[in-house]
């Protein structure tokens, strides 16, 4: 589990000196593909695998009302 994360690290430093070469991820929700790094949003608590990412839409649409939910259940 920590070898993915830290790919993820080098993935994101490759990115930001412009070397990361065909970045391809699909989002976990509707399947985009994603081709920027800095473009991927972390799914989670939807989706809490290592390697899951999500697009720009479905952060908005799922995971960002399924956070404020969280926050408010634990009141
Ligand atoms: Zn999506």
């Known amino acids: 589990m920590q070898k993915i ?3 993820r690290m080098e993935q994101f430093d490759l ?3 412009g070397e990361l ?5 699909a989002c976990c929700f509707c399947g985009d593909a994603l081709t920027d790094i800095f ?5 989670a ?3 809490r695998e290592e390697e899951a ?3 720009e839409i479905c952060v908005d649409k ?3 009302p399924a956070r404020m939910l969280q ?3 634990f009141r």
């Open 53 to 55: 990412v999500c697009c």
């Open 45 to 47: 608590p939807l989706n």
């Open 15 to 17: 990115a930001l000196r």
């Open 5 to 7: 994360k830290s790919k």
């Open 62 to 64: 799922f995971v960002r």
């Open 39 to 43: 473009k991927t949003h972390n799914p």
């Open 71 to 73: 926050i408010l259940n």
């Open 21 to 25: 070469e065909d970045y391809r991820e």
